[in-house]
């Protein structure tokens, strides 16, 4: 798969197998059109840079051919519009046949297109169109056994199962993926459109509509295949997670148990009913007042706010290095409907700063504890983005940062993501300036650390590099911490320990925080 595809499209694979394994479809993958990044590593200059065909927002995409390549070589190419549809985002090959998912480059359309494996020739089977972006939802297409086909498309202010063309499910509830088809039932991962911090596992019949096999609070998932149905839930009231065989019995978990245990209240909070979790040390003293660390992602495609104590293990450790840990989902995060992921369209930074300085005051409202005079904020990758635009635009509310691959120029990110959001800058670069940090530079009054691995081919460390060139030129002073071999995670275990010890070291001087001892 090429870049976009694996990154952004969740399509990893560029060859399927016929289901009588006689026959390929196979993607040929041109990158000659995309412009070349130069991925370094500057701790060993003797080696040589590697060459990473990177599409980023504006420029060429990889041209995507699809063939049907036989067993003895013989191969034929898949014909559709590729002026129209520029992105294959999936492939499906089943009992019902040979289907391709293609969108536009501007994402504002999506086709289902039926394949004849013979010819090339394609048929469209289905198609959807959205004025802000089209949502590619996991799972989709299916089938039923009948051959009637399942999708999942936002409708009616919701992404609801649409099944033959038609919504079968209601708005109140948003259909995160479509999980697997177990006979005439469709199983669904989804979640009440008024509550994403819970995940539950439902089946759809024509005969019962909508019945949730999950009820009990928590986030679920599951894996089907043939009559069997797995489903794992995580939940606040216990670590890890519980594996079972539905209608059977739990699986063994040989899992570590976390060393840290979460003290995290959930509330929804505020005109919009901001999701929120605030996580306190398990040994603060009555009536002590704690300084406040923010610890969002807060960007499109993931959630941080969520029923599940896995989800706060490193939120935790600094709560209990005496912090008051706030985290908030805000506009644009996933699950509560249609108009509030798209309430960032063109603008992935005012709506996004505005509700964390939101969620802030309602929580310091619901507990005096919370020190509004000591606020620092720290994220990655979106989060990261979202940490530095909080110092250069609201120092007033937040005293510190911690940038962590933080993209400062979409210009400098990649297609298919940056594109969804903010349009085509080669068409309009408004909305990229109105979202860039660089421009920002001279407003930095904060303490603000960067961190950033040197080898990302995901968020190119230039990213954190311009910030400080734009924070130099400006004479704003600053740190930056580079992470030599480290690409944008960072799952080297003695490089993320340190990580998190020098973060509250920085956390501590910043806010002026006595260390303990």
Known sequence: AEFVAAEEMGRGRGYWWSPDGAQLAVARVDTAPVPRWWIADPANPAKTPIAHPYPAAGAANAEVTLWVVALDGSKIEVRWDHERYEYLTNVAWSGHGLHIVVQARDQRSLAVLRVDPATGETTEVFADRD???????????????????????????????????????????????????????????????????????????????????????????????????????????????????????????????????????????????????????????????????????????????????????SSQWFADQGFAVVVADGRGTPGRGSAWERSVHLDLAAPVLEDQVDALHAAAEADDRLDLTRVAIRGWSFGGYLAALAVLRRPDVFHAAIAGAPVTDWRLYDTHYTERYLGNPAVDDAPYERCSLLREAAALTRPLLMVHGLADDNVVAAHTLELSSALLAAGRPHRVLPLSGVTHMTPQEVVAENLLLLQLDFLRESLGLERPG
């Open 131 to 313: 004025d802000v972006w089209v949502e590619l939802v996991p799972g989709t297409p299916s089938w039923l056994p009948d051959g009637r086909l399942v999708m999942a498309c936002d409708w009616g202010g919701a992404r609801r199962l649409v099944v033959d063309g038609l919504p079968v499910t209601t708005p109140d509830v948003q259909v995160r993926a479509v999980l697997g088809v177990q006979g005439t039932d469709v199983v669904v991962a989804c979640n009440p459109v008024d509550d994403a911090t819970v995940q539950h596992v439902a089946v759809w019949s024509e005969q019962g509509g909508l019945e949730l096999i999950t009820k009990e609070p928590g986030v679920h998932g599951a894996t089907v295949g043939g009559p069997t149905i797995v489903v794992r839930r995580s939940h606040l009231g216990a670590d890890g997670a519980v594996t079972s065989v539905l209608g059977g019995s739990d699986l063994v978990s040989h899992a570590e148990t976390p060393l840290v245990r979460p003290n995290v209240t959930l509330s929804r909070r505020g005109e919009r009913r901001l999701a929120i979790a605030v996580l306190l040390p398990h040994e603060a003293a009555p009536g002590t007042k704690l300084p406040v660390l923010f610890d969002p992602y807060g960007g499109p495609h993931a959630q941080r706010v969520l029923s599940a104590r896995s989800a706060y293990l």
